[in-house]
């Protein structure tokens, strides 16, 4: 029996993340990494379905994604580039983006949710999509199936962006680094009123502020031991991940409240550090010519 009893599906974006200061690649992408790490929680079954590339890249990321059992029966494969992003490590392991093909192939079309794709869709207890997806159009449709979307906001989101967005979105995730408290707290209480039962803002290493339309929630991060930190690459995807997975089963199980959301939180966190000890988003390194 797996650890979580449900089902996810992360839908939109798949991306090489190309570490240039090694010539190395990962596969990674909001969307992905999300699925990846339901998988590896325990989740009953997890999927992902987007579009991809034709190039070694895109070849990469599938096959890397078969070896960690996420299912892929609706993603589409398309002649193009893949998604990928070019990026290094700082001396603290605290990832620096230096650019990207705007998601390649992916960006110049959209993945359309037909009547097929929705009775897909319905089968899963949660989508999880972002900002960097393309996805924002489908988002009705998603919605009108009745299945909860959770939704990773971008710092760059303008508030035009999260109006459009949050009504149809249940988690709302955003990332707030180093604001104030105070301004953290208003943000978090605009964006639920807009529609999401639940919003969480991450602050890098001051943790995490979640609401949950009536009461905050302050979680402080895991430390984790120098010799032990490689790359922070997805902290924030896999927190997310290990939050919802953990209070989607809890509901399943008749738990819900202050308490649930305040322990899944906290394993949140400590799922989190233990993404930081991991090269790449999840590993799968493969080296390629600069």
Known sequence: MNAYPISVLGFGDNVVDKYEHIATMYPGGNAVNFAVFAKKLGVDRSAYMGIFGSDVEAEHVISSLCEEGVELARCQQVVGVNGAAR????????????????????GDMRYVIDRFAAEYVRGFDLVHSGNYCFTERELPKIHAEGVPISFDFSDDSTDEYFEQIAPFVTYAFMSMGDAPMDEIKAKLEWVCKLGPRFACASRGSLGSVAYDGERFYEQGIKPVAPEDLKDAMA??????TAFLVTYLAKQKAGEDGPDAIAACLDFAAGFAAETCKIEGSWGHPMAYEV
């Not at 230096?98 to 998601?103: I, K, Q």
């Not at 902290?235 to 997310?240: E, T």
């Open 87 to 106: 990026v290094t490590v700082d001396e603290t392991g605290d990832r620096i983006f230096l650019g990207s093909n705007e998601g390649g192939v992916r």
């Open 235 to 240: 902290a924030g995807d896999s927190l997310l």
